[in-house]
C-alpha cells in the first residue's frame, strides 16, 4: 500500500493547534480556504486529519484578571465558526463523538485550553468549561499562573501550588486531559505525584535531541509512559533542531528516540500548527501532514504502528480519561 493510501485509511489526530487565536487577526474563516496560516477545514480534510484539538490560548497579556472573559471569547468564536462551515465538523467530547463524526465524514473538533489563567485561580471553572465541551488543559504557558510555574520561571523552580494540586484532582473527576506541555520540570513532577490519570504532553519533543526547555527529557517521557499517557511530537523548528537545521528527517529522529526509549505505544503528532509562523519545508501546514507517513514507512515502521503514531494512541488517552462517570446534572 502506498503511503497516500496508507494515511488517508487511518485515523490521525493532531493533539494542538492555535488557529482559534489567529483567524480574526488575519482575516480568515475556519471553513474556508487559505493561503495564509497552516489550517482550514479544506487542507485538514486533504491532510488526512480525522481530530482537531483547538487551542483556546491565553495569552500573557490577558493574566488571570481577564483570563476567564478571553476563554470564554474564544469558546463562543469556535462555535460560532462551526456554524458558519457548512457543517464539516462536530464538537467532540468522548470516543464515541469522534467515531460519529469521522463515520460521517466530518472532522471531530477537541477544544483545549492552554493556560491555566483562564480559570482565573477558581476551581469551579472547570466544571463550568467541561460543560461547553473543553476536555483539556495546557496548566501552563512559559510564565507563572496560580496553577504552577511554566518553563519560563526557570529561576524559582516551581512546582504545583497548592490550587494546582486541586486543578489536577477536580481534572480527574471530570474527565480532562491533563497536558504538561510548558510546565515546568518540578511541576511535571509534580503532577505525575498526584494524577490517577495518564497525562499527555499534546506539543513537545525530545531534550535528548535538541536541548530546548520546552522538550522533554528522557525521565520526563518515561514518567508518560508508565502513566499510559502519550507525547504529541510538535513541528517548531526551535523543538527539532537546536542548529537551525530542522527537517523531516531530524523530527523523524524524535519519534525513533521515543520508539526506542518507551516504544510506539507512547508518541502521537501535535503540529503547533498555527502558533509558528514556518515549520519545516517537508510539511508547511496540515494539508502536508501525509508526508511523516511516507517518512515512517521508509524508516521501516510497521502500518499497525504507525496507525497508534497518527491517532490511535491519543485516542486510547482520550477514551481512558474521558470515560470516566461524570457528575450528575441537575433538573432545572
Known amino acids: ?26 482575516n480568515r474563516k475556519l471553513g474556508e480556504y487559505s493561503t495564509k496560516g497552516q489550517v482550514d477545514l479544506q487542507r485538514l480534510a486533504k491532510g488526512g486529519v480525522n481530530v482537531q484539538f483547538f487551542a483556546i490560548f491565553i495569552s500573557p497579556d490577558y493574566g488571570e484578571g481577564r483570563g476567564i472573559e478571553r476563554a470564554l471569547e474564544l469558546i463562543d468564536f469556535f462555535y460560532k465558526e462551526c456554524e458558519n462551515s457548512y457543517n464539516p465538523i462536530k464538537l467532540a467530547t ?20 492552554e493556560g491555566g489563567e483562564a480559570l482565573g485561580g477558581k476551581l469551579h471553572m472547570l466544571s463550568i468549561y467541561h460543560r461547553l465541551g473543553v476536555r483539556c488543559l495546557t496548566l501552563t504557558w512559559n510564565g507563572r499562573n496560580s496553577i504552577a510555574d511554566g518553563v519560563g520561571e526557570r529561576r524559582t523552580n516551581g512546582g504545583l501550588t497548592k490550587f494546582g494540586v486541586q486543578v489536577i484532582k477536580e481534572m480527574n473527576r471530570l474527565g480532562m ?3 504538561v506541555s510548558h510546565l515546568s520540570e518540578a511541576g511535571f513532577w509534580d503532577v505525575i505525584k498526584v494524577t490517577e490519570q495518564p497525562v499527555v504532553a499534546t506539543h513537545s519533543n525530545c531534550y535528548a535531541l535538541c536541548k530546548h526547555p520546552r522538550n522533554l527529557t528522557d525521565e520526563q517521557i518515561k514518567a508518560i509512559a508508565k502513566g499510559n499517557g502519550v ?10 533542531d537546536g542548529e537551525g537545521q530542522a527537517n523531516l528527517e531530524k523530527f523523524l529522529d524524535h519519534f525513533d528516540h521515543i520508539a526506542d526509549l518507551v516504544g510506539v505505544d507512547y508518541i502521537g503528532l501535535g503540529s503547533d500548527f498555527d502558533g509558528v509562523d ?6 508547511r501546514c496540515c494539508a502536508d501532514l501525509p508526508n511523516i507517513t511516507s517518512g515512517l514507512l521508509k524508516r521501516g515502521y510497521k502500518e ?8 490511535g494512541n491519543f485516542m486510547r488517552v482520550f477514551d481512558e480519561v474521558t470515560k470516566v462517570s461524570q457528575p450528575k446534572r441537575r433538573r432545572c
Open 278 to 283: 514556518t515549520t519545516i519545508i517537508e510539511v
Open 1 to 26: 500500500m502506498d503511503y497516500l493510501s496508507l494515511h488517508k485509511k487511518l485515523l490521525v489526530v493532531d493533539a494542538h493547534c492555535d488557529t482559534l487565536t489567529v483567524l480574526q487577526p488575519q
Open 304 to 311: 499497525s504502528d504507525i496507525g497508534k503514531i497518527l491517532g
Open 231 to 240: 507525547v504529541g511530537l510538535t513541528l517548531v523548528p526551535d523543538f527539532i
Open 94 to 113: 468522548n470516543r464515541n463523538d469522534i467515531i460519529g463524526a469521522v463515520e460521517d465524514g466530518k472532522i471531530a473538533a477537541v477544544l483545549a485550553i
Open 177 to 179: 486531559l491533563i497536558d
